[in-house]
C-alpha cells in the first residue's frame, strides 16, 4: 500500500514518514507540503530501510502516485487535500484538527464518494479511554461527579484540546446530559455547589507536555481516574497508519478511530 503524506515537512508528516518506511507492506507513494517547502529532503528510516523523501508541492501529482492520502495539515488546506484524492478515486486519513462545521460539511459530502477516517485523536490508548469513559460513567451514574483535566505543551493553540471536548461528549451522552449545556469550563468566584448535572472541564497549559487527560469520576468517599499520557507523537502516527490500512479497504462513508480499531 502506498501512502501519500499532505503536510509532509511537518512534526507529525515526518514521522508518518519515518514510521512508513519501517513497516511491512508499506511505501512511500507520495509527499507534499506549501510551495516554499517543495523539494525538501527528508531522510527516512533506518538501515536498509533507510530513503530520503523529496517532499513536492505539487498534491494532485503525490495523490495520483498513492493509494492513500493520510493529511495532517491545517484545517483551511484539509478539505482542499481530501477533494483531490476523491476525484482521483482515493480514500483519506484526517489527522487535520480545527475544522469548521462547514469544512465537517464539505467532508461528508465527499464521502458519498470515497472512504474518509476523520480522526482528532489518532492514538489508540485515547480511542479505548473514549469508549472506558462512556461506560465507565453510565455504571456510576450521575452520583459520581465527572471532571475532566488536560495538560498540553504551551504552544496549544485550542482549549480545552478536541480530545478533553471528545471525552466530556462521551460522558455527557452516558448520563443523560448535554455537553454544550452542562459542560462547566473552569470555576472562578463564587460559584455555589456543584450541581450533579455537569462536567467539569479544566485545560492546563505548559512546558512541553505532549498531552495528558484524565477523567475523574468523584463519588462519596472514593474516585476513581482513568489516565492517558501521550509520551510522543508516535502513537498519533502509528494509528494514522492502521485508518490508512483501514480506508483503502472500506467502502465510502466517513469513520473514526472507534471504526477502525472495531471499538464500536
Ligand atoms: N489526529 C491526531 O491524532 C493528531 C495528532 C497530532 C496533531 N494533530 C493535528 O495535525 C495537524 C498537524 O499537526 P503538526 O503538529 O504536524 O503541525 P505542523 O505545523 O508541524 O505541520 C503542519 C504541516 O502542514 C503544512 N501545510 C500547511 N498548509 C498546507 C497545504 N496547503 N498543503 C500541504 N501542506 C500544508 C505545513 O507547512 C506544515 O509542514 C494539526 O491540525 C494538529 O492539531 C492531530
Known amino acids: ?32 507540503d506549501l510551495p516554499t517547502l517543495g523539494g525538501t529532503q527528508l531522510s527516512v528510516g533506518e538501515g536498509e530501510r533507510s530513503a530520503t523523501v523529496v517532499v513536492s508541492s505539487d ?34 486519513v484526517i489527522g487535520t484538527t480545527g475544522l469548521t462545521k462547514e469544512q465537517e460539511a464539505s467532508l461528508r459530502g465527499l464521502a458519498a464518494e470515497t472512504a474518509i477516517v476523520y480522526a482528532p ?7 479505548l ?3 472506558l469513559t462512556s461506560e465507565v460513567a453510565a455504571i456510576l451514574g450521575l452520583q459520581y461527579n465527572v471532571e ?31 455537553y454544550e449545556r452542562d459542560a462547566r469550563h473552569g470555576r472562578e468566584g463564587m460559584v455555589g455547589a456543584r450541581p450533579e448535572a455537569e462536567i467539569g472541564m479544566h485545560a492546563i497549559r505548559g512546558g512541553d507536555v505532549v498531552g495528558e487527560h484524565t477523567v ?5 468517599g472514593e474516585r476513581i481516574e482513568l489516565t492517558h499520557k501521550a509520551h510522543n507523537r508516535d502513537n498519533f502516527a502509528r494509528g494514522a497508519l492502521r485508518a490508512a490500512r483501514y480506508a483503502v479497504e472500506a467502502a465510502p462513508g466517513v469513520y473514526d478511530m472507534q471504526d477502525v480499531l472495531g471499538l464500536k
Open 1 to 32: 500500500m502506498k501512502i501519500c503524506v499532505a503536510g509532509a515537512c511537518g512534526r507529525m508528516g515526518r514521522r508518518i514518514l519515518d514510521l512508513a518506511a519501517a513497516e511491512d507492506g508499506l511505501e512511500i507513494g507520495g509527499a507534499f
Open 59 to 92: 498534491a494532485g501529482a503525490e495523490i495520483a502516485k498513492s493509494d492513500v492520502l493520510i493529511d495532517f495539515t491545517v484545517a483551511d488546506a484539509c478539505v482542499g487535500n481530501v477533494r483531490l484524492a476523491s476525484e482521483a478515486g482515493k480514500p483519506a
Open 121 to 127: 485523536n489518532m492514538s489508540v490508548g485515547v480511542n
Open 129 to 131: 479511554l473514549f469508549k
Open 148 to 178: 475532566i483535566t488536560e495538560v498540553h505543551h504551551n504552544k496549544k493553540k485550542d482549549s480545552p484540546s478536541g480530545t478533553a471536548v471528545r471525552l466530556g461528549q462521551c460522558a455527557a451522552d452516558a448520563l443523560g446530559l448535554s
Open 216 to 220: 475523574s469520576f468523584f463519588g462519596a
